[in-house]
Every structure is written in C-alpha cells, then in structure tokens.
Nanobody, 126 residues
Framework: QVQLVESGGGLVQAGGSLRLSCAAS????????MGWYRQAPGKQRELVAT???????NSADSVKGRFTVSRDNAKNTVYLQMNSLKPEDTAVYYC????????????????????WGQGTLVTVSS
C-alpha cells in the first residue's frame, strides 16, 4: 500500500558528503514521523535522525553537527544530508515512515502503517 524508494548512497572518502533521499508513494493519507536508521555489519539497526511533520528533528549523538535531516511534505520525501563522513558511518541506511493509509475494502477506513525502505549502502573509505 505504501512504498519507500531510497536513493543517494555510494562510496565516498572520509571527510566527504552524501545526500540520501527517500520518497513515499501509495495510498497515503498522511505521514507523521519520517527518518533514517542504519545498520553496520554485525551490529543492530540504530536511529540516525528523524523529523516530524512539523519539522521537529531528533538525531543520534554520533551524527550531531554532521548530518541534517529534512523533508518536503508536498513531495512525501525525506532527505539526509551527510557531511564530514567517517569510516564508522559505513552502513546500510534505511528510510522509515509512520503513515496513515486509506483502505478501501467495501467501506473506506484509515489505519496506521509503519513502512521501511529497502536500504541504501553508504561506504566511507579511510
């Protein structure tokens, strides 16, 4: 019902920058929080940064001052600008959205749905 399509990952040298994008599509009525999580090899998935529909952000201490999360509500898209990248930022980055979807099955109703993207690999070389 809802798909998240990520783009922008790749290989970059330490100190470089990347910008990730994630666009949501489908039977979306509204989107509350959107954000980014990451999972490095052998580690658990962890929060990177989130942003509410009103633009309030939250980020991990490890990325504060280097990463910036933003969103375009008209486009149902969230971004992650990553600057001053470090080798320890290497991970698969996953987009997340907490949505309200419209369901039509005889009658129309709405329900909450949390959605994950397929992940995009960010590799930072030293």
């Amino acid at each position: 019902q809802v798909q998240l399509v990520e783009s922008g990952g790749g290989l970059v040298q330490a100190g470089g920058s990347l910008r990730l994008s994630c666009a949501a599509s489908g039977s979306i009525f509204s989107i509350n929080d959107m954000g980014w999580y990451r999972q490095a090899p052998g580690k658990q998935r962890e929060l990177v940064a989130t942003i509410t529909s009103d633009g309030i952000t939250n980020s991990a201490d490890s990325v504060k001052g280097r990463f910036t999360v933003s969103r375009d509500n008209a486009k149902n898209t969230v971004y992650l600008q990553m600057n001053s990248l470090k080798p320890e930022d290497t991970a698969v980055y996953y987009c997340n959205a907490k949505t309200i979807v419209r369901v039509t099955a005889g009658v129309q109703y709405y329900r909450s749905l949390e959605v994950w993207g397929q992940g995009t690999l960010v590799t930072v070389s030293s």
